[in-house]
């Protein structure tokens, strides 16, 4: 198989349930198979093809599956370093500078949660002047509070970039990556 076939069929695309919500993101080669399948159609397709003996076939970006798929339970967005980074744009929210490490905003030696509400993204010299104490013993403000991330974008992708074809049907804006 040339390279260039090999990096089409690993690349990613978004699966829609039969009403248009958004599932999941799956290898282009998955929704290849859905589609000669007849378990999905094509919504949005690249310019590149896949040929076989006797299908040339766009390569799906957006699939969208036939039958309704009921989702048995609501997706959490997992927490971590990176989606935290993502969420709060890589800038410290104490002082704006570039952040390189989180932060407990209500400190774990004092009560505080490991969850999306207590933690922020913080750059070195705000966390170490911080420490374990409270913003009110530094007369700190936050300037939003922290938040779980929502929307299909986060329960989907994470802190994985978007692909600029998927937005309008996440429902994410030009400027957001995820």
Same mark, same amino acid.
């Given at each position: 198989?040339?390279?260039? !076939?090999?990096?089409?069929?690993?690349?990613?695309?978004?699966?829609?349930?039969?009403?248009?919500?958004?599932?999941?993101?799956?290898?282009?080669?998955?929704?290849?198979?859905?589609?000669?399948?007849?378990? !999905?159609?094509?919504?949005?397709?690249?310019?590149?093809?896949?040929?076989?003996?006797?299908?040339?076939?766009?390569?799906?970006?957006?699939?969208?599956?036939?039958?309704?798929?009921?989702?048995?339970?609501?997706?959490?967005?997992?927490?971590?370093?990176? !989606?935290?980074?993502?969420?709060?744009?890589?800038?410290?929210?104490?002082?704006?500078?570039?952040?390189?490490?989180?932060?407990?905003?209500?400190?774990?030696?004092?009560?505080?949660?490991?969850?999306?509400?207590?933690?922020?993204?913080?750059?070195?010299?705000?966390?170490h002047t911080k420490a374990d104490r409270s913003l009110a013993e530094l007369g700190w403000k936050l300037p939003h509070p922290p938040h779980t991330p929502s929307g299909a974008a986060w329960r989907l992708l994470g802190a994985r970039t978007v692909d600029p074809r998927w937005r309008e049907?996440?429902?994410?804006?030009?400027?957001?990556? !995820?």
């Amino acid at each position: 198989m040339p390279p260039a !076939a090999a990096r089409v069929t690993t690349a990613a695309t978004l699966l829609l349930n039969a009403t248009y919500e958004p599932l999941c993101v799956v290898s282009s080669r998955r929704a290849i198979v859905l589609v000669l399948a007849e378990k !999905a159609v094509s919504v949005d397709a690249a310019a590149e093809e896949v040929h076989s003996e006797s299908v040339t076939l766009p390569v799906p970006v957006v699939v969208r599956l036939t039958r309704y798929v009921r989702v048995p339970y609501p997706a959490q967005v997992p927490l971590s370093r990176r !989606a935290v980074f993502t969420r709060d744009s890589s800038t410290c929210v104490y002082c704006g500078s570039s952040a390189t490490s989180i932060d407990h905003v209500v400190p774990r030696s004092r009560g505080g949660t490991h969850t999306w509400d207590n933690v922020v993204a913080a750059c070195r010299r705000c966390n170490h002047t911080k420490a374990d104490r409270s913003l009110a013993e530094l007369g700190w403000k936050l300037p939003h509070p922290p938040h779980t991330p929502s929307g299909a974008a986060w329960r989907l992708l994470g802190a994985r970039t978007v692909d600029p074809r998927w937005r309008e049907w996440l429902g994410v804006p030009e400027s957001v990556s !995820a």
